[in-house]
């Protein structure tokens, strides 16, 4: 089960087809409007798709060659403008190691200590609760974006002198490719070939992100059972996404290919039924929207100017504090 499975690839191969024949269709024709925004949505959902597998190339679980994974991973993160070296020194080795630990793990959310330090958050925070709410839903559609050049602002300078280049090689050429492809189809229709898709793919991309994590208590210790979830798809949404709702099974067995994680699942089940932590999809974008995103004593989440408190996932799933207005849970 820890052996790479090279087959992977082909529907990493299909996915890149569909996109090169969208960026054609659109290129090279004056399609209708309707159509602009179908082959849109399908470019979106293929970016998408390629990321979660250059997550997984890059893993190590689809081909061991150090060389021919991280061309793989490049080619599949190139929607993303995530290159390979960035994405395994900012995933692999420090989110996998440090998961939700409150100031080692990157893409951890702020505790209310933090959030008095930082101006924006104390501004976003003063919103009205369903406006915020609604800011951070429509925020989705960058966030990964922007995540992703803080990361490579943020660890840059922790490379080798010798291997910065090739890092920011891998990040600027997307950039250019997709800057480039803006003067040869125009602005018009390279919002419909990339802008939109790319909004599309970040807000796939992030919903998965959002509920495998945010949910989840900060944790000292990197305990996958306590600060991961796994959220359940119709089958077919995980075929087309390569198993990634399977985030605490991914956390225990990073090295694993995705395609065994629904017999780590049963296993998981029976060993720590009381600890394992499942919630479908839908439901938990709701427990979302639901919540603040700042942590409180690491296991609860706080609204700081209403002083109302959420329990998080294995830590009392209720409320905390009263407010007629926030008497939902999650």
Same mark, same amino acid.
């Given at each position: 089960?820890?052996?790479?499975?090279?087959?992977?690839?082909?529907?990493?191969?299909?996915?890149?087809?569909?996109?090169?024949?969208?960026?054609?269709?659109?290129?090279?024709?004056?399609?209708?409007?309707?159509?602009?925004?179908?082959?849109?949505?399908?470019?979106?959902?293929?970016?998408?798709?390629?990321?979660?597998?250059?997550?997984?190339?890059?893993?190590?679980?689809?081909?061991?060659?150090?060389?021919?994974?991280?061309?793989?991973?490049?080619?599949?993160?190139?929607?993303?403008?995530?290159?390979?070296?960035?994405?395994?020194?900012?995933?692999?080795?420090?989110?996998?190691?440090?998961?939700?630990?409150?100031?080692?793990? $990157?893409?951890?959310? $702020?505790?209310?200590?933090?959030?008095?330090?930082?101006?924006?958050?104390?501004?976003?925070?003063?919103?009205?609760?369903?406006?915020?709410?609604?800011?951070?839903?429509?925020?989705?559609?960058?966030?990964?974006?922007?995540?992703?050049?803080?990361?490579?602002?943020?660890?840059?300078?922790?490379?080798?002198?010798? =291997?910065? $280049?090739?890092?920011?090689?891998?990040?600027?050429?997307?950039?250019?490719?997709?800057?480039?492809?803006?003067?040869?189809?125009?602005?018009?229709?390279?919002?419909?070939?990339?802008?939109? $898709?790319?909004?599309?793919?970040?807000?796939?991309?992030?919903?998965?992100?959002?509920? =495998?994590?945010?949910?989840?208590?900060?944790?000292?210790?990197?305990?996958?059972?306590?600060?991961?979830?796994?959220?359940?798809?119709?089958?077919?949404?995980?075929?087309?996404?390569? =198993?990634?709702? +399977?985030?605490?099974?991914?956390?225990?067995?990073?090295?694993?290919?995705?395609?065994?994680?629904?017999?780590?699942?049963?296993?998981?089940?029976?060993?720590?039924?009381?600890?394992?932590?499942?919630?479908?999809?839908?439901?938990?974008?709701?427990?979302?929207?639901?919540?603040?995103?700042?942590?409180?004593?690491?296991?609860?989440?706080?609204?700081? +100017?209403?002083?109302?408190?959420?329990?998080?996932?294995?830590?009392?799933?209720?409320?905390?504090?009263?407010?007629?207005?926030?008497?939902?849970?999650?």
């Amino acid at each position: 089960m820890f052996k790479p499975v090279p087959s992977r690839l082909w529907g990493g191969f299909a996915y890149l087809l569909v996109v090169v024949a969208g960026f054609l269709g659109i290129g090279f024709f004056d399609l209708h409007i309707v159509f602009n925004i179908l082959i849109a949505g399908v470019l979106g959902a293929c970016f998408a798709a390629m990321g979660f597998l250059g997550h997984e190339i890059l893993h190590g679980t689809v081909v061991k060659t150090a060389w021919l994974r991280n061309f793989l991973g490049a080619v599949a993160f190139w929607p993303l403008s995530t290159g390979p070296r960035l994405w395994r020194k900012w995933h692999n080795m420090n989110h996998h190691v440090h998961t939700q630990h409150e100031e080692k793990d $990157p893409d951890a959310w $702020p505790a209310l200590e933090r959030l008095v330090q930082n101006s924006f958050l104390r501004v976003i925070y003063r919103l009205p609760f369903g406006l915020r709410a609604c800011f951070s839903f429509i925020s989705l559609s960058i966030q990964f974006t922007m995540h992703g050049l803080k990361m490579f602002f943020e660890y840059i300078k922790d490379f080798n002198p010798r =291997n910065r $280049p090739a890092v920011l090689l891998q990040t600027v050429l997307p950039w250019a490719t997709w800057i480039g492809l803006l003067f040869w189809i125009g602005p018009v229709k390279w919002l419909f070939a990339f802008f939109i $898709p790319l909004l599309i793919a970040n807000f796939i991309v992030m919903s998965y992100i959002s509920t =495998n994590h945010r949910l989840n208590p900060l944790t000292p210790v990197n305990d996958p059972l306590a600060n991961s979830l796994t959220v359940t798809v119709p089958k077919w949404v995980d075929v087309l996404h390569f =198993n990634f709702s +399977y985030h605490t099974e991914h956390h225990l067995f990073p090295s694993m290919s995705p395609k065994y994680y629904p017999v780590v699942k049963q296993h998981i089940k029976k060993m720590w039924p009381e600890r394992y932590h499942e919630m479908k999809m839908s439901k938990a974008m709701k427990a979302l929207w639901n919540t603040p995103r700042v942590y409180f004593k690491g296991n609860e989440l706080i609204d700081p +100017y209403k002083e109302t408190r959420f329990g998080t996932l294995g830590n009392g799933l209720h409320q905390k504090a009263s407010a007629n207005r926030y008497k939902k849970t999650i």
